[in-house]
């Protein structure tokens, strides 16, 4: 019993499942590196911690008088 093979056009070949499951992982894997870089975002430059910078110098000061 001998198969035939079935001859496609180069344009037949060329055409996607009309499920586009490529294009779902795709956009699902570009919606998870945008939501870790928001997260990173927010671990590193986020909230309310103060930059350490150094504090100025301490300047002479005289006492009050009397």
């Not at 093979?5 to 499942?17: C, G, I």
Request: charged content about 10%.
């Amino acid at each position: 019993m001998q198969r035939t093979q079935e001859v496609l056009t180069p344009t037949e070949a060329r055409q996607s499942s009309p499920r586009r499951l490529n294009l779902r992982v795709l956009v699902t894997s570009l919606l998870i590196a945008v939501v870790a870089a928001v997260a990173l975002y927010a671990v590193f430059y986020g909230g309310s911690t103060q930059m350490s910078t150094p504090d100025p110098a301490p300047t002479q000061s005289t006492a009050p008088s009397p």
